[in-house]
């Protein structure tokens, strides 16, 4: 077996799933007792420095800093907290005292015992990028962060007068416009010398953690220069880029140390000089992840829920969050830091096991993937696409830490994100390097090898994009199958893809000819058969009660898969070598014909988008207007507000006039659909594609309940508008009951009231199918 990445990162996460998840018992056991031997190693030296301790048996868990500024206005010192809640479930809060002789805030942790007073507490000195705060709770400053920092417009570039930290600098200068101070300890102690449980409390910073504090930074500071030599801490500047100049931007931080405190910078150098074994250098990567300046303090009440067997679970939580829970580089007005002790809970977390042969033989090397030597039967591969992650940058947040004096194991990487070389973006760059990646692949692969290639997208372009890389590496896609990834309920909700689609490559050994009209057909039972299966898989798992699998974006990325499967097979289309083809420049602005190709299977996987509550056949006949119609209703009861998605929609179902549909107040991320209370009479009669359907009767039904108009008189209008009532009659009762809860669910204002349809279209539904001929 082979790997490779360019980023030293991801071969390391690589490396660690081979040798510590698909490590032995017996290894395992190994490197337990191996971090277990350095937690006790660790906290012996930060308990020789007495900065833990308040020296009646308490020990702390958390520090909470935030940071601190003085307002232009009144010329006062000013925590910047976002809340003053310090924690939910122990109900304590911040409370600002003011001292007018030094123009400054004591800061008491304070108890808290009614709703009102936590509800009150919610909100902090920072409101709406605000600072605010009344010293005599009368006069209120308000001042704009932005304002504060500095921020103005030199030419197009946003610039601020933060003052750049030096190499040096692990602190504020004095006289820095962001200050960082400490203003709450949680502190914990045993029960009692046997028990393993704790009390815990939050209590005010006090002139002895005030002397602890220093203490620290007085150690940090006459070690600094040593330890970033020997590479304990890092050194290294941080390079601009789309994530790495936040940061320096917000905070003035030019090197990766500054993105971590004094206690932090402590705990890490001491930890990070004690590693002697590659598997706990890997955790100590991740535990980087838990043990920064970006690390917010997070507070949660008592939740009260059911685990998968039905057990009511979920207490009161206080602790720091993780950094990269967006991928990106935030900084926070206000964070936690675990103690040591707690530092090494983080560390000590469970990783599974799915031990693997001792006798496998596993190469783990930093390459970049046009510079294989190797040859393999089987690749897989997840490549980037369209900069959704930008890995080149962000690693180097891991980097900084480890390149120094990496373990053996990893000392023949090239320890550098490599930021130039990485295949990113979507342009002219992205295509070629993938095309030498993947064609590369193909050169060292037997003729009966496969490539697994994972990809997931929503953009036509980029699917264009990747049938031309399929193209120009000789390759093309035998199979196509659709994994849901997303198991979080909260995120399986309206346009988010859920799976991933697992592309099977094989070389391309036959010269197949066609053409554009016969690709057409040949798309379409394709598209046809992929969708039909995956909604058969959908109702099945929906019979059974659960949730079901997919969405329109998943069967719309199904449809894009079928496309390329259909594609890739061809060598020439209309007399065209479609090699040469994919390895021209794409010209920008211009769609090419395999451009239209890719959006014709998209809009042939959503003529074949059945809602539950109809039947296919019944769905069919309604007309292309009605089925638009319905369908963006769902989308909205989803969460779609993109106004792109009805556009698209309109092209899938050919509705030529869709803007009839569309409420006056629709803007591009703000779009919707016309309630019937908006459309009254209009559109009833005449040329527009929704007038004299049983859509538009139903519609104008609504309407008139809503207007407190008798049932028995809006039956009566509904038989006279509706042709064909009594054969449609059954279906008028689904489009009500579909409406019902499709509006039901949307949040009412004073302009926009779909609720009012939704009890509207409940009423009808029953009246229709009560209502005697």
Known sequence: PYASDLNPIACMLTWGGLNIVGASPEKRIEIDNAQKELAQKVQAEVDELEVETDG????????????????????????????LIVSKGYQMVASLIPVP?????????IYVNTEEGMEAAKIGTVQDGDMVHSPDRTTAYRVSINAIR???????????????????????????????????????????????????????????????????????GSHLVEWQAKGFIPDMVIERGYNTDQPIRERGWTHWHHLWGSRQLLYLATINKNIHNPEIYLSFASLLDYTSKLCQWATAGKRISKDGN????????DSPAHVFYNQALNTFFNYGTRSADQIFDVLNKKIKSVPIRSSLHIDVITNSADEIQTENDIYITDPPYGDAVKYEEITEFFIAWLRKNPPAEF????????????????DEGFRQGMIAAYRKMAEKMPDNGIQVLMFTHQSGSIWADMANIIWASGLQVTAAWYVVTETDSA??????????????????????????DDLGWEIEAAVKAQVEALVGLDQTIRSQGSEGLYNDADLQMAGYAAALKVLTAYSTIDGKNMVVEAEAPRQKGVKTFVDELINFAVLTAVQFLVPVGFEKAEWQKLAPVERF?????????????????????????????????????????????KLSSEFKASLMSGDAELSRTPLRALLYALYELSKETETDDVLLHLMDNCAN?????????????????????????KTFQPDVEASAARVLAEAIRNQRL
């Open 56 to 83: 009646n048996g308490w020990r702390a868990k958390v520090f909470l800093y935030c940071v601190e500024v003085v307002c232009p206005e009144s010329g006062w010192k000013v925590p910047l907290l976002p809340t």
């Open 101 to 109: 002789t030094e123009k400054r805030y004591d800061i008491e942790i």
């Open 150 to 220: 500095g921020d103005y417009k030199d030419g197009k570039e946003n610039k601020n007068r933060l003052r750049m930290w030096e190499k040096s600098d692990f602190i504020p200068h004095s006289d820095d416009i962001f200050q960082e101070r400490l203003y709450c300890v949680q502190w914990m102690k045993k029960k009692s010398k046997v028990s393993k449980k704790f009390d815990y409390q939050f209590r005010s910073v006090t002139v002895d953690d005030l002397k602890r504090e220093q203490k620290v930074i007085d150690f940090v």
């Open 310 to 317: 039905g057990k009511y679970v979920g207490g009161a939580s």
């Open 411 to 426: 000392a023949h990487w090239t320890w550098d994100s490599r930021r130039s070389l990485a295949i990113k973006g979507e």
């Open 491 to 516: 995120l399986r909700q309206g346009a988010n893809v859920t799976g991933t689609i697992m592309l099977v490559l094989r070389k391309r050994h036959k010269q197949l000819e066609t053409f554009r």
């Open 629 to 673: 119609y319905l369908k963006m209703a769902e989308m909205e009861h989803q969460g779609s507000k993109s106004l792109d998605n009805y556009i698209n929609f309109a092209k899938a179902f050919q509705v030529h006039h869709y803007d009839q549909l569309m409420s006056d107040s629709s803007k591009a991320n703000a779009a919707r659909l």
């Open 725 to 749: 009532y009594t054969q449609t009659k059954t279906l008028l009762a689904k489009m009500a009951d579909y409406l019902a809860e499709k509006r039901g669910s949307l949040k009412a204002t």
